[in-house]
């Protein structure tokens, strides 16, 4: 029984930091004209009400997404990003600025497929499932799978087009979470090495992240870049404190942009104390 429902963080900092760098990604394959394939393990609903109960519990789009709506001077990878969820979601009429349905990672990507691209999506969630399978139903480049992403994966790839991108955006709301993502990523890369990976992981107190990084080392991972934001931590002892990404095979220089990007975002994102952000090679080539 799966009990973590996405819309309650819909547009938060994580999803501003992983969804930027998304993007980043899939403007890199599509610099190419031959096509490639989107691969997203846990795909959500895809689109998200931010008027729903979920959304407004505790508001975090607020914190997240309209925060950098709202702040000057966006640097272009930032400005893309606003774009983007503007063209994939809704405008909320009675909020400048704001939006009124926030767009997941599959609509994200839907907006940047070309006629030749795909799409393959899976979700596990018995309510999430349909909803993402009712929103693509009429785009052909795009298959949804109601299935457990950790175990299909490996069976995916690589995929016909042999360009692609695999995202890995797991809930870790079960315990074993950061040891099945380990084991999907290194089985999938095994497969193909030359994919492009992008994991996203939690950082807050208790999560086992030093011992996450040293298994794919021990894996044999090769050439994968880590961003991590840390925006400090909230009164709410499980609330998170920081977002991370693993990026494997990343484009050339890829860091570089990430450093300016993740200044920029640092102060926006911040709740108050807070580590300075990080990229770094997790491991070489
Ligand atoms: C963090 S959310 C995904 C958000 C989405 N990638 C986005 O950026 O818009 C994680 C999703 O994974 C789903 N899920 C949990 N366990 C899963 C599994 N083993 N396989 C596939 N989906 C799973 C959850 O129901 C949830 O919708």
């Known amino acids: 029984m ?18 930027i760098v998304l993007i980043m990604l899939l403007e890199h394959l599509r610099a190419k004209q031959t096509p490639f394939c ?30 950098v709506a709202t702040h000057a001077g966006p640097p272009p990878p930032v400005r893309r990003y606003l774009d983007l969820t503007a063209q994939a979601g809704t405008p ?5 600025g704001g939006l009124r ?45 109601h299935r457990d ?15 692609g991108l695999v995202l890995l955006d797991p809930a870790y709301e079960l315990r074993d979470e950061f040891i ?18 992008l994991v996203w992981y939690p950082l807050h107190r208790n999560q086992p992240v030093a011992a996450f990084h040293r298994k794919l080392v021990q894996g044999g991972l090769r050439k994968a870049l880590v961003s991590e934001l840390h925006v400090g931590n909230s009164d709410a002892p499980n609330r998170l404190a ?10 050339w220089q890829f860091e570089t942009k990430l450093v300016p990007l993740s200044r920029w975002l640092e102060p926006v994102l911040a709740r108050g104390e807070h580590a300075p952000f990080q990229v770094n090679w997790l491991a070489r080539e």
């Open 180 to 197: 099945r993502t380990t084991e999907a990523l290194l089985a999938a890369w095994r497969k193909w090495p030359t994919g492009i990976y």
């Open 242 to 251: 920081g977002s991370g990404l693993l990026i494997v095979n990343p484009p």
């Open 92 to 96: 909320d009429p009675d909020r400048p």
């Open 38 to 67: 989107f691969v997203d393990t846990h795909a959500g609903a895809g689109s998200y009400d931010l008027r729903s109960a979920f959304a407004q519990k505790n508001r975090e789009f607020e914190s997240g997404y309209l925060r």
């Open 101 to 145: 349905h926030y767009p997941g990672s599959p609509q994200l990507a839907q907006a940047l497929l070309r006629p030749d691209d795909r799409m393959i999506l899976m979700e596990l969630h018995n309510t999430e499932a349909p909803l993402l399978r009712d929103l693509f139903r009429d785009d052909r480049r795009v298959a949804v799978h």
């Open 149 to 163: 992403g950790y175990e299909a994966l490996p069976g995916m790839v690589p995929p016909c087009e042999r360009r």
């Open 2 to 19: 799966l009990s973590y429902r996405h819309g309650f963080h819909a547009g938060n900092f994580a999803e501003v930091h992983k969804h």
